[in-house]
């Protein structure tokens, strides 16, 4: 098969077609391919990591607008695998039967166990880890699905900061050993290929 890495070796374009924005599972694709997910709070940057990671400038919408992804939002890599682009969660203004849905919509998509499935998690550099990303990680968790740990737009941040933000993600939601932990920045170019590689050995598998 051939993965998303080896294509970036080579200097190949990444083949990638935006499939559908599915309100609900019903709307998910037809055909069953493993999905990797991005989740994280709202404005923490799935969408520019998404981008990122496919080296495609505007594939996924983003957005200043926090809030906007309501949808599970699917694009086919290499015909091999989707990216699912999740809708962010801890938006302040958005009202409790917002959240409410939010929040059916993602736990029935993670514990469905119908799909092959992996999730990153997306956590923003500037910020320290609040009780919604504790209350994703424990829905991964009890979901018993593949999962890492993404730090997002480690640029905008010290590195004596970001030093204190790793261990205190690391307390905070009290990740083991041997959790996948990957700093990123989509603006400076940092981390693509430690994300490409996690995904192509859960392919492979
Ligand atoms: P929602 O879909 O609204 O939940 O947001 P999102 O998580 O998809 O975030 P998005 O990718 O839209 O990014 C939000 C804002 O952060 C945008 O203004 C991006 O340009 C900015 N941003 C994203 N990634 C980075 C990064 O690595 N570094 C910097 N400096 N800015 C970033
Ligand atoms: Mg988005």
């Known amino acids: ?18 499939i559908t924005s599915a309100p609900n599972l019903a709307g998910r694709p037809e055909e069953i391919l493993p999905e990797i997910a991005f989740i994280g709070r709202s404005n923490c940057g799935k969408s520019s ?12 919408k983003i957005s200043g607008k926090p809030g906007k992804t309501r949808l599970l939002n699917y694009f086919e890599v290499e015909e091999n695998y989707y990216l699912v682009d999740l809708p962010g969660y801890g938006f302040a203004r958005v009202s409790k039967s917002t959240r409410h849905q939010w929040q059916k919509l993602i736990r029935q998509y993670f514990f ?25 990680l424990k829905w ?3 979901a018993e699905l593949p999962y890492s ?3 997002t737009k480690i640029d905008k941040v010290s590195k ?3 030093i204190e933000r790793y ?31 996690w995904v192509d050995a859960l392919l492979e598998e």
């Not at 469905?112 to 499935?117: E, L, S, W």
């Not at 880890?129 to 994703?136: G, N, R, S």
């Not at 905070?172 to 700093?183: G, V, Y």
């Open 167 to 197: 261990r205190e993600i690391v307390t905070t939601l009290q990740l083991s050993k041997n959790t996948p932990f990957f700093p990123t920045s989509s603006t400076a170019k940092i981390g693509r290929e430690n994300l490409l590689q």
């Open 160 to 162: 004596n900061i970001l």
């Open 112 to 136: 469905a166990g119908d799909r092959p499935m992996a999730v990153f998690l997306l956590l923003d550099a500037r910020h320290k880890p609040t009780e919604d990303d504790k209350k994703t």
């Open 140 to 142: 991964l968790q009890d």
């Open 49 to 60: 990591l998404i981008n990122y990671y496919l080296d495609r400038r505007s594939m996924a």
């Open 149 to 151: 740990v993404v730090v």
């Open 1 to 18: 098969m051939a993965f998303l890495r080896q294509q970036v070796e080579a200097g190949v374009e990444v083949e990638v077609k935006f």
